[in-house]
């Protein structure tokens, strides 16, 4: 009734499922990281914006993947860093906060921290200014929503959110 499979053909079948079992986990394993990138940001981006009276912002697929694009290529441009500083970090657009770092030295959450502590320098209707840019991009009142992405290679670290409608707009104030 039955006919005997052999043994090349039950190898190569038993290697074929263990590969597509494989791939899916790997699938699945990225998916839940996109998934926590994507929460925690919008937890760390709406906790500033409900402090000040904002609207809270929502998750854009198209804007985190181009942050994400845009971190990825940052990996590749050779940028180092030290104890002290790290190299310039070119921007890709006008509507991005990025946050760089040596690598595996702080999380997406304390990078995205760094933005937000910078509230502590903020001034009541300034646009924007010195150390005080990434936070107003995180509570621009106007801004509904934000994509980000992270990249990890060649000892670096690189948080890239892209925000839509742009905020820091000449004229304007964050809120209130």
Partial sequence: MYKKVPKGLAL?????IFLTVLS????????QSK???ENTMLNIHNQERAAVGVQPLTWSNSLA????????HLTTLGLVCDDQRC??????????????????????????????????KYDDGQRSGPGIGHYTA?????????????????????????????GNILGQTPFG
């Fill in 12 to 16: 190569i079948l038993y290697i074929t």
């Fill in 24 to 31: 899916y986990m790997v699938q699945i394993s990225q998916a």
């Fill in 35 to 37: 998934t926590d990138l």
């Fill in 65 to 72: 993947t181009d942050s994400q694009s845009w971190a990825n």
């Fill in 87 to 120: 190299d310039a970090t070119p921007h890709g657009a006008k509507n991005e906060n990025i946050a760089s770092g040596v690598a595996g030295l702080n999380s997406p959450v304390e990078l995205a921290q760094l933005w937000a502590d910078e509230k502590s």
């Fill in 138 to 166: 995180m509570v621009w009142q106007n801004t509904h929503e934000v994509g980000c992405g992270f990249s990890s290679a060649g000892g670096m670290d690189f948080l890239v959110c892209r925000y839509s409608p742009p």
